[in-house]
């Protein structure tokens, strides 16, 4: 009896290199397991797509340039104005279908911006790229004077070229044109002066 334990308590060698490679297998198997659970802490495209924040340096960008970045699978845009452009806003006040956002607040224009620039810091406007008409996306203006399809009057904007919806440099909608509403303000804040969290608005 105790050399049939001895025989089962000894095994091939054959099937010794079997069970190790197996047990390496799963090791590695479990490994490879483990990296994809890790990588959906960081924020997936389709958590993105939902709603997810979305942290932008703002760095480089320079006064009288423009970037584009996604959130909520809409375009928003980030431009940094030049003092001539921040200037530019009082003189469109009298020309423009709602100069202090008070149309749709709460869904258009988060209360801190609110104000003349429509935004938290005066030379960095942050909206949301779509015109409030039929959704097409405005295409920038931003140099002064007449020009094909705008005023001789122009202090640079935003023009639709569906409709010619017209948008001065803080998305305010000017007067009698098929857009009811300004651009959208999205909820956003300064992580840092060159940090943009855009979709949130206040810390955790």
């Given at each position: ?70 959130w909520r699978g809409k ?90 919806s017209t948008f001065d ?7 009698n044109k098929p857009a ?25």
């Open positions: 009896m105790s050399d049939t334990l001895a025989d089962k308590s000894q095994l091939d060698p054959s099937k010794r290199t079997w069970l190790i490679a197996t047990g390496c297998a799963g090791t590695v198997g479990g490994v490879a397991a483990a990296i994809p659970f890790v990588s959906t802490f960081q924020p997936s495209e389709r958590a993105k797509a939902a709603g997810a924040a979305v942290e932008v340096d703002i760095a480089a960008l320079k006064p009288g340039e423009k970037m584009t970045v996604e375009p928003v845009w980030i431009v940094k104005r030049t003092p001539e452009q921040l200037e530019s806003l009082k003189k469109t006040s009298a020309q423009l279908a709602d100069p202090k956002s008070e149309r749709k607040p709460s869904e258009l224009t988060p209360e801190y911006a609110r104000n003349e620039w429509r935004s938290i810091k005066p030379e960095i406007l942050v909206a949301v790229g779509i015109c409030s008409h039929l959704g097409c996306s405005p295409s920038d203006k931003f140099q002064m004077g007449a020009q094909p399809s705008l005023p001789d009057d122009w202090q640079g904007g935003f023009l639709c070229p569906c409709h010619g440099m803080a998305g305010r909608v000017f007067k009811p509403d300004n651009l959208e303000v999205p909820p956003h804040m300064f992580l840092s002066d060159s940090k943009l969290l855009i979709g949130e608005d206040k810390k955790a």
